[in-house]
């Protein structure tokens, strides 16, 4: 064999091995570069994923404050409607009476605040944020976001609309009436509540605060009405044809208020403990 064709294949053979060498060499590389980047990606992802998991339990505790003031908010909301239909109950047994001799004040309170109703407040700070962020696909169990769908529904339903809208009617109409049965004077001392001792009756957050109309209205000044005022008063209630009607409309509208808040009080409860259920979930 010539000196050329060895060298020729010696340099084929270098060639050849070089070049091999160099592909397992590349190839070792793109692969542990390509395994570098999926274990940066997978590492996002669970990062990602833990901090979706955080907000999700954030947004259920945020959740279970909301359901639990609105449990507080809907028990008082209850509360006052069976108050309100015992004063009406009480306003008409002094109207069919001929002989009924209330006493002044009291007489002049109960006649006002048959009339008034205490609407409960809904929290929806936390429904609306994970509505208005897009974040309530963080909330992984579907029969919880139903359940959160079906429970604000009643909310609008039950309160926003019969109640509110309905009562409210009622109440514009009353509220008319009894401008031509008691003395303005007297209405604007009737109403008249000093503003801590409100609060605390509408939060019904203070321990030491007044838990009913009744305690609420004993700490208000005297509205220093007379024995006149009294028979005035009833007369003038017995001498306006409808004003019996529109007390015991306020009577049925205080009933159905009582049964409907109560009712929500029920979802509310049940949607609470669902909350606790998911937040107690071993996942988490």
């Given at each position: 064999?010539?000196?050329?064709?060895?060298?020729?294949?010696?340099?084929?053979?270098?060639?050849?091995?070089r070049?091999?060498?160099?592909?397992?060499?590349?190839?070792?590389?793109?692969l542990?570069?390509?395994l570098?980047?999926?274990?940066?990606l997978w590492?996002d992802?669970?990062?990602?994923?833990?901090?979706?998991?955080?907000?999700a339990?954030?947004?259920l505790?945020?959740?279970?404050?909301?359901?639990?003031?609105?449990?507080?908010a809907?028990?008082f909301?209850?509360?006052?409607?069976r108050?309100?239909l015992?004063?009406i109950?009480?306003?008409?047994?002094?109207?069919a009476?001929?002989?009924?001799a209330?006493d002044?004040?009291?007489?002049?309170?109960?006649?006002?605040?048959?009339?008034?109703?205490?609407?409960?407040t809904i929290?929806r700070?936390?429904?609306?944020?994970?509505?208005?962020?897009?974040?309530?696909?963080?909330?992984?169990?579907q029969?919880?976001?139903?359940?959160?769908?079906?429970?604000?529904?009643?909310?609008?339903?039950?309160?926003?609309?019969w109640?509110?809208q309905?009562?409210?009617?009622?109440?514009?109409?009353?509220?008319r009436?009894l401008a031509?049965?008691?003395?303005?004077?007297?209405?604007i001392r009737?109403?008249?509540?000093e503003p801590e001792?409100?609060q605390?009756?509408l939060?019904?957050?203070?321990e030491?605060g007044p838990?009913?109309?009744q305690?609420?209205?004993?700490?208000?000044?005297?509205?220093?009405?007379?024995?006149?005022?009294?028979?005035n008063?009833?007369?003038?209630?017995?001498a306006?044809p409808?004003?019996?009607?529109y007390l015991?409309?306020?009577?049925?509208?205080a009933h159905l208020?009582?049964?409907?808040l109560?009712?929500?009080?029920?979802?509310?409860?049940?949607?609470d403990?669902a909350?606790?259920?998911e937040?107690?979930?071993?996942?988490?």
């Amino acid at each position: 064999m010539s000196n050329e064709n060895v060298q020729a294949r010696q340099f084929e053979g270098g060639f050849v091995g070089r070049f091999f060498g160099s592909w397992r060499l590349a190839l070792g590389e793109l692969l542990i570069v390509a395994l570098g980047v999926l274990i940066a990606l997978w590492a996002d992802q669970a990062i990602e994923a833990r901090r979706e998991a955080d907000r999700a339990v954030s947004y259920l505790e945020g959740l279970q404050t909301d359901i639990r003031a609105d449990i507080k908010a809907l028990k008082f909301s209850a509360d006052q409607a069976r108050n309100r239909l015992a004063i009406i109950r009480q306003v008409e047994a002094w109207l069919a009476n001929p002989e009924a001799a209330p006493d002044p004040d009291a007489l002049v309170m109960k006649v006002h605040y048959a009339g008034v109703t205490f609407f409960p407040t809904i929290s929806r700070f936390t429904i609306e944020e994970l509505q208005s962020t897009g974040d309530l696909r963080l909330l992984k169990n579907q029969a919880l976001k139903r359940q959160l769908a079906d429970y604000y529904n009643q909310v609008d339903l039950q309160i926003g609309q019969w109640i509110a809208q309905a009562d409210a009617g009622s109440i514009e109409t009353y509220f008319r009436e009894l401008a031509f049965v008691i003395p303005p004077e007297l209405r604007i001392r009737a109403g008249t509540i000093e503003p801590e001792v409100l609060q605390a009756f509408l939060t019904s957050a203070d321990e030491g605060g007044p838990a009913s109309l009744q305690e609420m209205l004993a700490t208000t000044p005297e509205i220093g009405a007379t024995r006149e005022d009294v028979e005035n008063i009833l007369l003038n209630m017995r001498a306006r044809p409808n004003f019996r009607g529109y007390l015991r409309d306020g009577m049925y509208w205080a009933h159905l208020s009582a049964q409907l808040l109560e009712g929500v009080v029920v979802a509310a409860q049940e949607l609470d403990g669902a909350i606790v259920q998911e937040l107690d979930r071993p996942t988490r």
